[in-house]
């Protein structure tokens, strides 16, 4: 199947910096891909769909300017944890749709995000 | 706005019992239900949606629509079925996901 690689796995940061994270399809194009956010122990929740060449589309409660999310290519999407906080402390991760296969999506292995 | 419902956080049984875990969906529109499986260490991926109506790894998983569920049956439990399972309603063309908070399950021997 379709290989979709998250970079870094794990991101220790001090509270007040900012950190990329970066969400590659490796042997596809993704045109639209996802981010969520997963607290230990609770289920994914959805932040922000990743539109190539466009702006993304944010769930409600999610804040944009927090979490800044660009996808200028095909292949690579990232999110940006804005001067972050202890409480942005959490499993960051994304998913890409492969082809037109409605709902095959394929999965990052997630980054985890420790603030300081 | 949807919602997914998975009341069990663990679910252990034997390896040769049967397996049933449960999913109940909230959704005004037609319905898209998936089950995906993440075994340890691994990312998430699609175990079956309801579209395709097949089998995998022995799996299946009936939409009722009357009742609202989605539950994951196994007739025989092994081993490697051991993971976490979340089951997950597709909106916006099925591929923007709204997911239950998970089912581990555990096989004992």
């Known amino acids: 199947g379709a290989v979709v690689s998250q970079h870094p796995s794990w991101v220790i940061c001090k509270s007040g910096t900012s950190v990329k994270i970066e969400c590659r399809s490796l042997?596809?194009?993704?045109?639209?891909m996802f981010w969520y956010r997963q607290f230990p122990k609770q289920s994914l929740m959805l932040m922000a769909t990743s539109n190539e060449g466009s702006k993304a589309t944010y769930e409600q409660g999610v804040e944009k300017d927090k979490f800044l999310i660009n996808h200028a290519s095909l292949t690579l999407s990232t999110l940006t944890v804005t001067s972050a906080h202890p409480e942005d402390s959490s499993f960051y991760i994304c998913s890409a749709i492969a082809g037109a296969n409605t709902g095959e999506l394929f999965f990052g292995e997630g980054s985890r995000l420790t603030v300081l | 706005a949807q919602r997914v419902t998975q009341p069990e956080k663990l679910l252990s049984v034997f390896k040769g019992a049967p397996v049933e875990l449960k999913c109940n969906y909230s959704y005004s529109g037609s319905p898209e239900l998936f089950w995906y499986v993440q075994y340890s260490r691994q990312r998430l991926q699609l175990l079956l949606r309801?579209?395709s109506r097949e089998s995998i790894k022995g799996f299946t998983a009936d939409l009722n629509k009357g009742e609202t569920s989605f539950h994951l049956k196994k007739p025989f439990a092994q081993e490697e079925d051991s993971a976490m399972y979340y089951c997950a309603l597709g909106t916006g063309g099925g591929n923007k996901l709204t997911f239950g908070t998970g089912t581990q399950l555990k096989v004992e021997l």
């Open positions: 042997d596809f194009q993704a045109t639209t």
């Open positions: 309801h579209i």
